[in-house]
């Protein structure tokens, strides 16, 4: 049994305590800028609570990184020095260099650093993606997702709304869809985005649209939102190919639709759905991954630390051409 130790006793930290709960590691230690949370969350997980990060180190086997995306960097690093595998929310970094010296700093020191984009546990987005890898749509030429919801609110210090922390709802949200339509897609060499805070800073809310061109010549289309009432949240999936099309809809009770062209037989095959798109909590499939990743070597990761690294590029790309007006190349974005 190996020992975790969380960083950060808010939504997202509560989140993977549970879901450590369903494997055989022990959550050993909290630490949190937030003392009362995290004594609820120590009291709940019977772990300690600890009032700095290097003491909660050398306590701990893995470190769970659940805080603000601009604390991610120098917490990683930190971690990465005292030989701890680290799993880290996304986003990965603040910005690209951060990421970089991220994932660099964890090679030499030989640990694991897991990024934790969930929406690739989400079993009707990992069905897509199966069904994408065996070919049953043909070649992928256009994507389509969306990622709408209300604003994110915290009753104090909302470093959310602060795109100096977040980055905003283009590197907090919709960075899930760039990952996505890059695992779906392949790599993204350029991206057109709008967005009204782009337009306007001091908006009272945002929504924003993006356009990746992916290396092969496909297109994702990202719709993203921090604008709709609480507590809704809304997301739809489409990827077309040549031969059929997948399609999840917005508020759709059924995990997929797909509808194939007939082959040259004149045949339609058969394409297996999952009985539901919630037989397990994305949250606990992921922490569950994550620990089969670092308690055997076989085990490849679904989201590596450069899959964390390209994401956040994308990410910074479409907040550029938000920003700009301009059509961002991906090569551009070096810090």
């Given amino acids: 049994m190996f020992k975790v130790g969380i960083i950060g006793s808010g939504f997202m930290g509560a989140t993977h305590a549970t879901a450590w709960a369903q494997t055989l590691a022990q959550v050993a230690g909290i630490c949190s800028l937030d003392r009362a949370s995290a004594d609820a969350l120590a009291a709940q997980t019977g772990g300690r609570v600890y009032d700095n990060i290097d003491a909660l180190l050398a306590a701990v086997d893995v470190v769970d990184i659940c805080s603000p995306t601009h604390l991610h960097h120098e917490m990683a690093l930190r971690a990465a020095a005292a030989g701890k595998h680290i799993i880290c929310e996304k986003p990965l970094a603040r910005t690209y260099a951060q990421a970089r010296e991220m994932v660099e700093a964890c090679a030499s020191a030989g640990v694991k650093l897991l990024v934790a984009h969930v929406v690739r546990f989400f079993p009707e987005y990992a069905q897509a993606k199966a069904i994408v890898e065996r070919g049953e749509i043909g070649r992928v030429a256009v994507v389509r997702l969306t990622r709408c919801a209300y604003q994110p609110r915290l009753s104090a210090n909302n470093w959310f709304l602060d795109p100096a922390k977040s980055g905003g709802l283009i590197l907090d949200l919709m960075i899930h869809d760039f990952d996505y339509a890059r695992w ?24 924003s649209l993006a356009i990746l061109r992916h290396a092969d010549g496909a297109l994702s289309n990202i719709e993203g939102a921090w604008a709709y009432p609480p507590p809704m949240f809304r997301t739809a999936l489409e990827i077309a190919g040549d031969a059929g099309l997948i399609e999840h809809p917005a508020d759709s009770s059924v995990p997929l ?18 009985m539901s798109p919630m037989l397990e909590d994305p949250y606990v499939a992921e922490i569950k991954h994550f620990y089969a990743v670092l308690t055997d070597e076989a085990v490849t990761p679904r989201v590596t630390a450069e899959d964390g690294a390209a994401a956040l590029r994308i990410a910074l790309a479409a907040s550029e051409s938000a920003r700009t007006g301009r059509h961002v190349m991906i090569e551009e974005v070096l810090a």
């Avoid at 392949?186 to 306007?200: C, F, K, L």
């Avoid at 639709?257 to 999952?274: H, R």
């Fill in 257 to 274: 639709g797909i509808y194939l062209k007939a082959s040259e037989a004149g045949g339609t095959p058969d394409v297996g759905l999952p």
């Fill in 184 to 207: 779906v897609a392949g790599d993204v060499v350029s991206v057109y985005a709008r967005s009204v805070r782009g337009r306007q800073p001091d908006a009272p809310e945002d929504y």
